[in-house]
Nanobody
């Protein structure tokens, strides 16, 4: 069993920044950030692969940066230039298999409790 603990959500004005962190209880091969807005399906936001390569959903490219510290078992999502459409609950996900955003949220085994991000003026 892998436990994931997220932190860093909050409320900001459009154009603002937030930094989300996720600490895992043990090392996992794959980690990613997902988000779910009210009335919408959970979507993959960003992931970092075992070789350091990253992938982002189109709407956040150039604004969000994902990074992973394997020694600290920590996944970080730096979110800049936030927009109202970024408002959602953000979840950290992990799996012992090699997965990417294209796998879809149902494939990921371990989930954090979620942290609310609200972007509003």
């Amino acid at each position: 069993q892998v436990h994931l603990a997220e932190s860093g959500g909050g409320s900001v004005q459009p154009g603002g920044s937030l930094r989300l962190s996720c600490v895992a209880s043990t090392y996992t091969v794959s980690m990613a950030w997902f988000r779910q807005a009210p009335g919408k399906e959970r979507e993959g936001v960003a992931t970092v692969y075992y070789d350091g390569n990253t992938a982002y959903t189109k709407s956040v490219k150039g604004r969000f940066t994902i990074s992973k510290d394997n020694a600290k078992k920590t996944l970080v999502l730096q979110m800049n230039d936030l927009k109202p459409e970024d408002t959602a609950i953000y979840y950290c996900a992990a799996d012992s298999r090699l997965l990417g955003l294209g796998a879809g949220y149902a494939m990921w085994k371990y989930w954090g409790q979620g942290t609310q991000v609200t972007v509003s003026s």
